[in-house]
């Protein structure tokens, strides 16, 4: 309900041009075809992108903040936080027929972008990691941290494409 | 006439699940993937809009609305796009007109059974009517009078096509304005608030008044920032667009967009806190800063433009501060400026995040300032704290 990519991803499958399924701030989305996963514009935002590469089943998550408040505990838009986001994605994952244990983990993003903002960027990747390291999911790359923006691609083989700010690509 | 700022919360995602609904019929019809970019509530003069809307020429259809809420919705491509709209549809260019009707027909149902299973009654839509419009003549019928109308408009995108096209919703004031206010009353009940037994719900609603008095505060803040950029470089400026809207923020990295931005951030301290971002997009902010600049710098962004462009956020931001804190009689500070030069989405991300622990939804004002002679334009955004700004409104009310 509060993360329309993945609730529209059957229509997007019937699409003949099934190519590109966008997942927003605070969203996440899941894969079970050919489709790339896409989130532009992390910031301090952080994107995991979890795979389980023997059914082909993909997720992606832009989460904005750690973990949730007393009054906003994530309920309501899961993706909004890391480890809401995290636990959401893996469920989804699995009802869309992916193993958790055998699920693999990308982190990108969690940029330090201003000073203003007390680093929430390191603060999303290090719950992000802990958060998987506790759901037994292995991080296999990672490009995080540092002042950049960064652009991410998920695509259907597994890798995750990263294009930070100044054009500078990995793929992961 | 108090508005609760929550119920135009429910009403926003509404609008935004609506269009996600039309974006899905779209689809099916098309097969071209569209997606909902960003939906927002407006609370704008007639004025305003007709100055956001100049120089627009649209092509779409309206529909009337009857029943559970009365009022004009209307959908419009860009004129051009609407070759590309028509190549994507069965029948082709030959079907001009009655392909365009067919289409705004089926979006718009789609966008309004949303709003009709909210409300628990059904909505009637008249026949489409198909238009062609120059500027703000696109908006619904009575959009432009009166001193404030509330209109919700979402933005959706085709990722393979240029096929960007908006919907906007113009619900009759009077009944639109009792049902944000009825939903006031289950939205506040069950502590809404967590219970926490402060102010909480009634905190958030505030007299109709004071949002289309902040409406236009916000504009003389974009003049006013506008008039020192001209102070500082000599440069006629003009303020395109200013418009104060009520959306999630979430959407607000999407609305900047993936282009390299540069520019400057500020922490706004007082009542209400918040923050202020100044982008431009890197052409312009290379060229602005050059005009500051007496000679060439050897790099278009390099320290010496950094150092023009922190400074010409700082007058801006105090005049655009300025402007609020003499309306709502509040002090209000600004932090020093920090420079930013990344993708647009990614450097506003960390400012929708810290305001994203309080709140979901927030009052964004952007201004779209440009400069005549040397071709520059940014844009403001101001993204103070719901809770403090609703007090501040409340107390302007009863002075």
Redesign the interface.
Known sequence: MSH??SS?EG??SR??????I?V????LAVATGGETLTT??????VAVALVDRSTGVRGLLHA??PNG????TGM??PG?YVDTGIETLIAELEAAGAAPDRLEARVAGG?E?????DA??PRNVARAEQRLDAAGVPVIERAVGD?????VRFRADGRLVVRA?DGFERTL | MRVDVRALGACNRLAERGAGQAAGALTDLTGTDLSVEVTGASVASGEDLAEAFAGRESIGVSVGLRGGLEGEAVLAFDAANVDALLSLLPGGASMGRSAVSEVGNIALGGFLDGWANYLGTAIDMTPPRYFEADGAAVLPDGALAGDGVFLFESRLDATTTDLDFSIYMLPDSGQFRDLVVGKTAPAAAPGAEGGAGNDGAGSTAVPYESLSTFASLAKRGSANAADNIAMMTGLETSVDVSRLRFVPLADVPAEVGVEPHAGTVFELQGEPSGYLAILFEEESAAKIAASMLPSEPDEPLGGMAENALCELGNVMTSGFIDGWANVLGTSISHSPPEYVHDIGSAAISPLIAKLSRRQDYGFVIDAAIRTEGVQARCDVYALPDERELTRALDRLSES
Request: hydrophobic content about 35%; aromatic content about 0%.
């Open positions: 329309p990519p529209r229509a997007l699409a003949p041009d099934a190519g590109r966008k927003g701030v605070s969203e532009s514009g992390l910031g301090s935002c904005m903040l408040t007393e009054t906003d309501e838009r909004k940029a972008m201003l000073d203003l903002t929430v960027g002042g950049v923006g960064r652009t700010a």
